[in-house]
């Protein structure tokens, strides 16, 4: 037996995400476990190449100084997906209409997570600045 529920992306007063509590039979449970399971199977696919499962939990493997600040939006970024993915197929058995949003929004939480892991580069200087402390640029001088 499938109980209905719908996923929600509102926010509390201090920015975590919010989402309905799901009220699932005994026989729900291991249909949720498995949609869990590859969800969390996606990612470690995804990110094969620096991610690894120790005790039951995803670790990025990325130097300590890359991670150090990203922390929370990563892990925010992947308990989203991991949602986004159980509530597409949990929507695919009952509403296909609803799961095409939840894939959507998986395919962003993916998107960003790429933009958080991959995506850092050296600050670039623009012509004529210089950096101690602040950047400073200087104007051509001349009349």
């Given at each position: 037996?499938?109980?209905?529920?719908?996923?929600?992306?509102?926010?509390?007063?201090?920015?975590?995400?919010?989402?309905?509590?799901?009220?699932?039979?005994?026989?729900?449970?291991?249909?949720?476990?498995?949609?869990?399971?590859?969800?969390?199977?996606?990612?470690?696919?995804?990110?094969?190449?620096?991610?690894?499962?120790?005790?039951?939990?995803?670790?990025?493997?990325?130097?300590?100084?890359h991670l150090s600040n990203l922390v929370t939006s990563i892990q925010e970024e992947?308990?989203?997906?991991?949602?986004?993915?159980?509530?597409?197929?949990w929507f695919e058995q009952r509403a296909a209409d609803k799961a095409e949003e939840y894939q959507r929004k998986g395919a962003l939480n993916i998107q960003k997570l790429n933009d958080l892991l991959y995506s850092r580069k050296a600050p670039t200087v623009p012509n004529g600045a210089s950096l101690g402390g602040f950047i400073s640029l200087t104007a051509p001088s001349g009349n």
């Open positions: 037996m499938i109980a209905s529920f719908v996923g929600r992306q509102a926010r509390d007063k201090d920015g975590n995400p919010l989402y309905d509590n799901v009220r699932v039979t005994a026989q729900d449970t291991p249909m949720l476990e498995k949609f869990l399971a590859e969800a969390k199977g996606n990612i470690l696919a995804t990110y094969a190449d620096i991610s690894s499962l120790n005790l039951g939990n995803i670790v990025f493997s990325v130097p300590e100084e992947v308990v989203n997906f991991i949602v986004n993915y159980v509530c597409r197929c």
